[in-house]
């Protein structure tokens, strides 16, 4: 069966530092992956999708980036910090035209 | 491009009442129509689904109707139980598009 992993679950970073997410599906090969972030009481905003490794498509401009080292593994990074990175982030693998999502990180940026 | 709707943004029903979470889409070329509850801390998940050769589906409790003339689809929860207390998000692509989202339902319960 497919699954997805997501991780950590919960993370608190200062102002300035790094940021290192990271998702893997099990299951299925070649998936198409996404990451989403939510704000607080707020709906889904899609940041990144890949459709391959290396394969990379930016939806909204901002402090994050997002990379695929493997097939089955997609990263989603930050050089610096800033406050307005805080939120619920979302990694979510489609199969045909559903989507699975995975547990979500909640990050706080102090 | 694609844009969708969703209303309202928040529905306080009675315990044992119905509810409807009714979206609205501009690209008459969408074909596939899914809902998404998401509980707290969690990501969502998919609880139901329409495709526009079909007018109506149900399962269980819970149904979606779509009018593509109109092009509007709705979600429809009977007998509303506690559980049910998520908030509901609806969707719409064309076939190997992107999901477009709507903005997400608060859907609470009152005992």
């Known amino acids: 069966s497919q699954t997805i992993h997501q991780w950590p679950a919960t993370l608190v970073q200062p102002v300035g530092s790094p940021l290192s997410l990271e998702c893997t599906v099990e299951g299925t090969s070649n998936p198409n992956l996404y990451w989403y972030r939510q704000a607080a009481g707020r709906g889904l905003q899609l940041l990144f999708y890949s459709v391959g490794i290396g394969q990379i498509s930016s939806e909204v401009p901002q402090n994050l980036s997002a990379s695929r080292p493997q097939d089955r593994q997609f990263i989603l990074s930050s050089k610096k910090l800033l406050l307005s990175d805080s939120g619920f982030y979302l990694c979510?693998?489609?199969?045909?035209?559903?989507?699975?999502f995975g547990s979500g990180t909640r990050l706080t940026v102090v | 491009g694609e844009n969708v709707e969703q209303h309202p943004s928040t529905l306080s029903v009675q315990e044992g009442d119905s509810a409807v979470i009714k979206c609205t889409y501009s690209d008459s070329a969408s074909n596939y129509f899914p809902w998404y509850k998401q509980e707290l801390g969690k990501g969502p998940q998919l609880i139901i689904d329409i495709r526009s050769n079909v007018g109506e589906k149900k399962d269980q409790r819970i149904a979606v109707t779509l009018n593509k003339t109109a092009k509007h689809f709705s979600l429809h929860i009977t007998e509303t139980q506690p559980e049910d207390s998520a908030v509901y998000f609806c969707a719409a692509s064309k076939s190997n598009y992107q999901l477009i989202w709507g903005a997400g339902t608060k859907l609470i319960i009152k005992p």
């Open positions: 979510a693998w489609r199969a045909g035209t559903g989507y699975t």
